[in-house]
């Protein structure tokens, strides 16, 4: 489930008013938890500061009320400009400074009711906004320190305060502190986990269009880190399949209504590929090319090439255009050696090598529609189980005379 946030719209455009369309999603947390820290903050330092005032106490109203007046002048600057470096910078030094001026000014830690507890502050939006955060605990540790060191001085004549109040105060700097320090945190660990959660569907979305682009087994070697993907395979079959009067169909037909054609008819002969254990290397235009045997080895590639050609065919016959008529392809297949890798850094695909495929092709090539169109290596090692009939010695560009047949039928249903 998404993690969601728990502030009113209207509230959340505040914390994001110093994000910038070029930050990332971490940076734009880092902001506006700083600006939810700080306006919180702000808020808190008001009131304390018109408290003090009504005690008869202007040094120290000063105090808490100087950080607000500051922190609303840097958040009007930080919605115009969308940077927070100096703000950040001014924010950390008034949260480790100020609280213990305001401290001092009460009369020491018993009479300011321990308000100097706000200056771990720094340190804390340190971490929060990714910046080094020991410097500012260090600075706040010795203040600490100073603070102990000369607090006899200061309680020696401290501000007239009545005890009720000095406790009062003590539980409201404490709630004050924790409140901040929590809604802080929460709000920053809640945006973590939508960033987190977005990146993971990112990641989801990458992982699928590289599974549509390679197979699953050439991805994990490339996320693995292997640069440079060619192995040579000795015992593969390579399929190949083309439509007929291509030229003329896209002639009569709109772009449109061409790829549905095409996009109909070749989805099925992909999960005909997913059905039969095989590999689709790719389509050419009104070409379907695909492998048996990669790339995880296949004891039966040669069969599971003839099956999904019958089965190719089969499926061709419920296909036609209107007014152009049933569909028609040539189908060739050979069986033998290739070498198969990756070519290329970007828009980069699995491909294959070799005179196998090349033989592939020119059986497809050199074909008859509607036939499937085998060597005479792919007719010896099926010549058992399937039907076959001789088509003859043929000329074959590039390759003399081959001798050729033509899969009409496995011998029983198909795989």
Not at 177 to 188: K, M, Q
Not at 350 to 364: H, I, K, P, Q, S
């Amino acid at each position: 489930m998404v993690p969601t946030s728990h502030y009113p719209r209207p509230f959340e455009g505040f914390l994001n008013l110093g994000a910038d369309p070029s930050d990332t999603p971490q940076e734009k947390a880092y902001k506006a938890t700083h600006i939810l820290m700080s306006s919180s903050t702000a808020v808190l330092g008001a009131g304390w500061s018109g408290m003090y005032l009504a005690l008869g106490l202007p040094t120290s109203a000063a105090i808490p009320l100087g950080y607000a007046v500051l922190t609303a002048i840097g958040l009007m600057v930080i919605s115009r400009t969308k940077r927070i470096a100096l703000f950040r910078a001014s924010q950390m030094t008034m949260w480790l400074t100020l609280p213990f001026l305001l401290q001092w000014s009460l009369g020491g830690f018993a009479n300011g009711s321990a308000v100097g507890v706000w200056g771990i502050g720094a340190p804390l939006l340190a971490s929060l906004v990714g910046v080094a955060r020991w410097p500012w605990f260090v600075g706040f540790v010795s203040l600490s320190v100073v603070s102990g060191l000369i607090d006899g001085s200061l309680a020696a004549s401290p501000p007239s305060i009545p005890q009720v109040l000095i406790t009062a105060m003590f539980v409201l700097n404490f709630l004050g502190a924790s409140y901040v320090t929590y809604i802080s945190l929460g709000y920053f660990v809640r945006e973590r986990e939508r960033t987190h959660f977005a990146l993971e569907l990112e990641q989801e979305k990458s992982e699928r269009l590289l599974l549509n682009i390679l197979p699953a087994e050439i991805a994990g070697r490339l996320k693995a880190g292997e640069e440079v993907i060619a192995d040579r395979v000795d015992g593969v079959t390579i399929l190949f399949a083309d439509l007929v009067g291509s030229t003329q169909l896209s002639e009569q037909l709109t772009p449109d209504h061409l790829v549905k054609v095409l996009n109909d008819l070749f989805t099925p002969f992909d999960l005909l590929a997913d059905r039969f254990g095989l590999e689709k290397i790719k389509t050419l235009g009104d070409a379907y090319m695909v492998v048996g045997g990669l790339p995880s080895a296949m004891p039966d590639h040669v069969e599971a090439i003839a099956d999904m050609a019958l089965a190719m065919r089969e499926e061709l016959s419920r296909h036609g255009v209107p007014g152009f008529g049933r569909l028609h392809m040539r189908f060739g297949i050979h069986t033998g050696s290739v070498v198969a890798g990756i070519i290329g850094k970007r828009k980069f695909s699995y491909d294959l090598w070799g005179d196998t495929v090349n033989t592939a092709a020119r059986m497809e090539s050199h074909g008859v529609p509607d036939a499937i169109q085998v060597t005479e290596e792919v007719y010896e090692a099926l010549r058992k189980g399937y039907t076959f009939s001789p088509r003859g010695p043929i000329e074959v560009h590039g390759k003399g005379v081959m001798n050729t047949y033509l899969l009409e039928s496995r011998n029983g249903s198909v795989g």
